[in-house]
């Protein structure tokens, strides 16, 4: 992952546009005309979004012909989703014991 860490990609996935675009991208690997296509959205905010993602590390490129199609890296997904996990966890463990004020 290029950015700097799994809070930065959650801040990154709370962009409702890019959580549409990493939903549409979990049904398969799409090019930035089926991305507009989908979203209603123009092709520049679309190429936006795409370069951040892909500077995250969640989607690739893959250029097929004149076409470039974006799909998800399942992986890093799992590194988030593994680090939520774990924050539940420590909620679940810690519910019950309050931090005693100075």
Request: charged share 25%; proline share 7%.
């Amino acid at each position: 992952m290029l950015i700097s860490g799994t809070s930065d990609v959650i801040r990154l996935l709370a962009d409702p546009m890019r959580a549409r675009i990493i939903d549409l991208l979990a049904d398969g690997p799409a090019c930035t005309c089926h991305l507009v296509e989908d979203t209603g959205a123009k092709q520049p905010n679309i190429s936006n979004h795409l370069r951040a993602l892909r500077d995250a590390g969640l989607v690739t490129a893959e250029p097929r012909g004149r076409f470039t199609y974006y799909r998800l890296v399942p992986d890093a997904l799992d590194g988030v989703a593994g680090h939520l996990r774990e924050l539940a966890e420590r909620a679940r463990t810690n519910a019950g014991t309050p931090r005693e004020c100075p």
